[in-house]
Nanobody, 125 residues
């Protein structure tokens, strides 16, 4: 299984970015997929997730209303549309998937089996 994240970069506050995570070796629609991030000197934190069944979405409070997670089944890709970016969004963003994760664990990083390599997002003026 390989997860390849991309789309990070340096942007100014208020700008938008779209991250992509291409999954190979698994059918993405049968997995719950999530984005996590880790800022310098901080612990990894949950950002957003989309469930395999029904496609329900979940967001961390700091990004709710600004970020949108979606899934392109035909391309086996999960996206994270990030709008109104703030300096505090600066972090390395990681995608993760798991087939059997339960709802109560969806925000726990240690519950996911497969991880991508991360893509750096820097928000600065």
């Amino acid at each position: 299984v390989q997860l390849q994240a991309s789309g990070g970069g340096l942007v100014q506050p208020g700008a938008s970015l779209r991250l992509s995570c291409v999954v190979s070796g698994r059918t993405l629609s049968t997995y719950t997929t999530a984005w996590f991030r880790q800022a310098p000197g901080k612990e990894r934190e949950f950002v957003a997730a989309i469930r395999r069944s029904g496609g329900s979405t979940y967001y961390a409070d700091p990004v709710k209303g600004r970020f949108i997670i979606s899934r392109g089944n035909a391309k086996n890709t999960v996206y994270l549309q990030m709008n109104s970016l703030k300096p505090e969004d600066t972090a390395v963003y990681y995608c993760a998937i798991d087939r059997d994760i339960i709802l109560s664990d969806i925000r726990r990083g240690d519950a996911y089996d497969y991880w991508g390599q991360g893509t750096l997002v820097t928000v600065s003026s």
